[in-house]
């Protein structure tokens, strides 16, 4: 049996095929049209998917949307009746768009999917899931456990923002929620918003700002913007907020109540922001530990999965992972939106059509998320000789791994293009710009010559799966990146008198371990374990520069720069390493020097997208 999972018309549209209950693909619609976070149908990543199972629409039985355009519509009715009078000019510019792509938004799908095939009939093949529900399905079916709780945190669906489910078997039953507009997510925009970045995309950033600032305004914020229970559900204060019926997340009274106004972009970012990122990073903290205790008390069982844009706070995870209160937790990689249209096809073949689940007997059924296109040799060679790249082929693995790895231990930045593309908003060895994390100076490089991005962001270390307690304070599967550890005390260097005395962004420079290039400002890492069944080159890449070096660790961040999506195909690659510092590139068994390039070829990739 086929099935075609989608999610679109919001952020971050993406398509997925199950086939008999085993993810075949799974891909989002940025990588193709080079659109970050294209919210539009996912034509290219439908074709993608039914190409790499070998058919087409006419052999798929369900195609299954991942959440309920109705209720989405009756929520945004609801919500401006609510709040009413205010809020109408913007309710009177969104009612036409509203119209067209809520209320008829079936319609918009069956023309879509006509288009691929004419012969398209939504009778009894298309099938909508409620949103929390496909992000449910897709963190319990493809892990590891036979019963979990399932934990679901976002902004908004059609009315959940936080959903409890128990997954056991071939069923997944929501039995708690927290309904808009009391969301965790949206705070965490909210302030997203209020220091200068873009909502749904800059949240990382936050993240990664937190560690330079002290949690000085988190009480503040537990006071005034949002109640928390002991067991960790919440309630938001309205009156600071504006996203229900305006075009903006915070308002007037949210910016007075810290004393300062919504930053611009442009603006410098000083020791106050980096206090706010450090607020509601506790404060997100708070809510989820406080929710991950008691619903370990309530179920007494073992096991957490977690879905969302929420599960993406790696930092947040790390935390739940040592307090202790579920022995295992498993992160659905794609968390966010994209992983929904994975989770409305395995909902559907489990729990509509009633299919047994089979829980994989190696780790999780995600295949180390490597579920987009894969591109074989001659293919590489075709489209890199077409794009007018100069490259040496070197067809001996042991002489490619030691190519690369001496040209790490010089330094360079490495892009590495190998096997298929990576399913989620993390790159896992497969579209990934590889550093050696030794290096003091190679974060700062890296951020500022390659990705073109704030200087203050980090960078994840890889790490072979079997030395990673031997670096981090972690001794189990981290595949996905998502969950974040310290290096190990011995690893570690203690900071000077004056180095301590250092306030936020000067304290970039100061050098924490033997990986520096990898540890955060607060000794932390965001780790990636490797694993030889998943992915055999990068694991031998790790392995060869472990032999050579004795660090069996390796820089990772996507195959990008700022506000452009991760690389798909070879020429997305090409024109990557032409358009940056990226010294080296391997793409395949393709060896490609910039020197050796046609300085004519080189582009001007710093104002090629949008920044984010």
Known sequence: MQILGVSAYYH???????????????????????????ANFPQRAVEYCLREAGVGLADVDLVVFYEKPFLKFERLLETYVAFAPRGWRSFTKAIPLWLREKLFQKNMLVTELRALDPRFSPQDRLLFTEHHQSHAASAFFPSPFEEAVVLTMDGVGEWATTSVA?????????VREIHFPHSLGLLYSALTYYLGFRVNSGEYKVMGLAP????????????????????????????????????????GKFSDLFGAPVRSPEDRLTPFHMDMAASVQAVTEEVVLRTTRTLSAETSLDNLCLAGGVALNCVANGKVLRDGAFKNIWVQPAAGDAGGALGAALAAYHMHVGRPR?????????????????????????????????????????????????????EKAVGWFQGRMEFGPRALGARSILGDPRSPAMQRTLNLKVKYRESFRPFAPSVLRED????????????YMLLVADVKKERQRAMSAEERTLFGID??????????????????????????????????LLAKFKEETGCPVVL?????????????????????????EIEVLVAGNCFLRKED???ALKLDYKNSFKLD
């Open 507 to 540: 304290k970039l420079n100061v050098a924490r371990s033997d990986i520096p290039a990898v540890t955060h400002v607060d000794y932390s890492a965001r780790v990636q374990t490797v694993h030889a069944e998943t992915h055999p080159r990068y694991h031998a």
């Open 556 to 580: 990772n961040t996507s195959f990008n720069v700022r506000g452009e999506p991760i690389v798909c195909t070879p020429e997305d690659a090409f024109r990557c390493f032409m358009g940056t």
């Open 212 to 251: 330079y600032g002290e949690p000085k305004y988190a009480d503040l914020m537990l006071e005034h913007l949002i109640e928390v229970k002991t067991d960790g559900s919440f309630r938001m204060d309205q009156s600071y907020f504006d996203y229900c019926t305006g075009l903006t997340m915070t308002n």
């Open 597 to 599: 390039q046609n300085p």
């Open 468 to 479: 990673v307690a031997e670096w981090f304070e972690l001794d189990g599967d981290s595949p």
């Open 166 to 174: 128990i997954g056991k078997g071939d069923t997944v039953e929501t």
């Open 358 to 410: 089979k829980v994989s007997a190696s780790g999780d059924a995600m295949r180390g998320s490597y579920l987009g296109p894969a591109f074989g040799q001659g293919d590489i060679e075709r489209r890199l000789s077409d794009a007018g790249a100069t490259f040496t082929v070197i067809k001996d693995e042991d002489e490619l791994l030691a190519a690369t790895v001496q040209a790490l231990k010089e």
């Open 12 to 38: 971050d549209s993406a398509a997925a095929l199950v086939e008999d209950g085993r993810i075949v693909a799974a891909a989002q619609e940025e990588r193709f049209t080079r659109v970050k976070h294209d």
